[in-house]
């Protein structure tokens, strides 16, 4: 699996990939399905409480890992993904 963060896309190791909740890929705005993909996408988040769960986790894990990517990135250093963030 790849992270893709503004500063780069890194590997994510495996025990960090283990403990990542489920989740579909979000809904791409400019694709041609692009309808589609937001309706199947709410259908997942409306099925259970904690799809949206899962997803606030993964969508704020991603928001610290880009900014600690950044972080590494401007104090050349290398950067490695890690669980930050999912807490």
Do not use: N
């Not at 489920?22 to 997942?44: I, K, N, T």
């Not at 880009?66 to 999912?86: I, M, W």
């Amino acid at each position: 699996m790849i992270l893709a963060t503004s500063s780069g896309d890194y590997p994510i190791p495996p025990e960090v990939a283990r403990v990542l909740p489920d989740v579909p890929s979000p809904p791409q705005p400019g694709a041609p399905d692009a309808r589609e993909q937001m309706e199947s996408f709410q259908d997942w988040l409306d099925a259970s409480p904690q799809h949206a769960i899962d997803y606030e986790r993964v969508r704020r894990w991603h928001l610290v890992q880009d900014e600690l990517a950044a972080a590494a990135k401007a104090e050349q250093r290398p950067f490695v993904v890690t669980a930050d963030g999912l807490e």
